[in-house]
T-cell receptor, first 115, second 115 residues
Framework: GAGVSQSPSNKVTEKGKDVELRCDPI?????LYWYRQSLGQGLEFLIY????????KSGLPSDRFSAERTGGSVSTLTIQRTQQEDSAVYLC?????????????FGAGTRLSVL | QQQVKQSPQSLIVQKGGISIINCAYE??????FPWYQQFPGKGPALLIA?????SEKKEGRFTISFNKSAKQFSLHIMDSQPGDSATYFC??????????????FGKGTLLTVNP
């Protein structure tokens, strides 16, 4: 597809379970971002990958959150021992950093519900 | 610390009217100010963006006004249409010098345009 693809679109899990969220960026995009969108809040930055550089993890809210990006393409966001406050929409975006314009293209997100 | 403050939270406008959404930022190093539009169930999509070297940018019915000294910028939607009904987010980032291009978002404005 031409856009950023995220899966699953919806995920319901029980408190304490681990979840994995997947992001397929636009082909050729070197930068990949994860954001969290909670009800009534803006988008909160979580983590940023750029090529082979060390990721910027400064937005991860706790050590239960981790992310990896394999082969410079697909990324997985993992939340361990989920809590109810983790319920949110998790958005992935990608961009071509080498361009002067930082246009981030977003996927439709994964809506996570922790019961 | 909320670095980008957005108002109002919600806005109702009649068809043909002007919608105005305001944002204020704190970090004077920000040098890129995009507006994103988000429809229900979709990811945010870039609408229009401005850099601080200009005071206004217009694209069709959408205009960004930028006041660097006041650290404020606003989105104006002229001749608002029901199809413009969506959530609008302002954002800011550092967009130069090889820095992380992560976006800092406002909390969003839910715009409803009545027919």
């Amino acid at each position: 597809g031409a856009g950023v693809s995220q899966s699953p679109s919806n995920k319901v899990t029980e408190k304490g379970k681990d979840v994995e969220l997947r992001c397929d960026p636009i082909s050729g995009h070197t930068a990949l971002y994860w954001y969290r969108q909670s009800l009534g809040q803006g988008l909160e930055f979580l983590i940023y990958f750029q090529g082979n550089s060390a990721p910027d993890k400064s937005g991860l809210p706790s050590d239960r959150f981790s992310a990896e990006r394999t082969g410079g393409s697909v990324s997985t966001l993992t939340i361990q021992r989920t809590q109810q406050e983790d319920s949110a929409v998790y958005l992935c975006a990608s961009s071509f950093k080498e361009l002067a314009k930082n246009i981030q293209y977003f996927g439709a997100g994964t809506r996570l519900s922790v019961l | 610390q909320q670095q980008v403050k957005q108002s109002p939270q919600s806005l109702i406008v009649q068809k043909g009217g002007i919608s105005i959404i305001n944002c204020a930022y704190e970090n004077t190093a920000f040098d890129y100010f995009p507006w994103y539009q988000q429809f229900p169930g979709k990811g945010p999509a870039l609408l229009i963006a401005i850099r601080p070297d200009v005071s206004e940018k217009k694209e069709g019915r959408f205009t960004i006004s930028f006041n660097k000294s006041a650290k404020q910028f606003s989105l104006h939607i002229m001749d608002s249409q029901p199809g413009d009904s969506a959530t609008y987010f302002c954002a800011a980032s550092l967009n130069s010098g090889g820095s992380n291009y992560k976006l800092t978002f406002g909390k969003g404005t839910l715009l409803t345009v009545n027919p």
